[in-house]
């Protein structure tokens, strides 16, 4: 049981656009930026976004923003070199741990 | 460029210790906290525990009992000791990079580790 809340799977096109949500509750994401991480099979994790800024090298498709208590990712123009598992992750003061969410596979059909 | 890098044994006895090394090239330890997180097949993320800087450590409270992480700062390496290991320990282990605002900004690869007789 996660602490974080995500889609299991998303699906979309190529071209399309697609939104990821992670919900949590007011003490992780109510209080924290949240990150998202990209992990392709076998790959390393790659931070996608964290709070409503993707890091450098990072395509602008991405996109991030929260509402209270939910995190969301937006990929934009989606495209084949998208297919991912993602993670999205906060801290939690009440647990006083980093929590994950149990991940959304992103399948681009 | 920063890269992270974990080594030890891929296989683990029921029982022992299990015993990784992150070693950090391209960034100084200081100034963020370093984690062990862990997926075990078929699952998702589990976050094991970080080490700051100054050797402060926070764990999971469901590993806390049998977790230790420690800092050699001359060799730019940290350590991830889980005691009494079970086959439920089996999983991938990723050492990471995590910032003050709890960004895990850089990953290593991952080391398979599995608890077998």
């Known amino acids: 049981q996660s602490a974080l809340t995500q889609e299991a799977s998303v699906s979309g096109t190529v071209g399309q656009k697609v939104t990821l949500s992670c919900t949590g509750n007011s003490n992780n994401i109510g209080s924290y930026a949240v990150g998202w991480y990209q992990h392709i099979s076998h790959g390393v994790p790659k931070t996608v976004m964290f709070g409503n800024s993707p890091p450098s090298g990072i395509s602008d498709r991405f996109s991030g923003s929260k509402s209270g208590t939910t995190a969301s990712l937006t990929i934009s123009g989606l495209q084949p070199e998208d297919e991912a598992d993602y993670y999205c992750?906060?801290?939690?003061?009440?647990?006083?741990?980093?929590?994950f969410g149990g991940g959304t596979k992103l399948t681009v059909l | 460029q920063v890269q992270l890098q974990e080594s030890g044994p891929g296989l683990v006895k029921p029982s022992e210790t299990l015993s990784l090394t992150c070693t950090v090239s391209?960034?100084?330890?200081?100034?963020?906290?370093w984690s062990w997180i862990r997926q075990p097949p078929g699952k998702g993320l589990e976050w094991i525990g970080y080490v700051s800087d100054s050797g402060r450590t926070n764990y999971n409270p469901s590993l806390k009992s049998r977790v230790t992480i420690s800092l050699d700062t001359s060799m730019n390496q940290f350590s991830l000791k889980l005691s009494s290991v079970t086959a439920a320990d089996t999983a991938v282990y990723y050492c990471?990079?995590?910032?003050?605002?709890?960004?895990?900004?850089?990953w290593g690869r991952g080391t398979l580790v599995t608890v077998s007789s």
């Open positions: 391209g960034a100084s330890i200081s100034g963020y906290y």
């Open positions: 990471a990079r995590r910032t003050y605002s709890a960004q895990l900004d850089y």
């Open positions: 992750s906060t801290w939690d003061y009440s647990l006083s741990t980093q929590v």
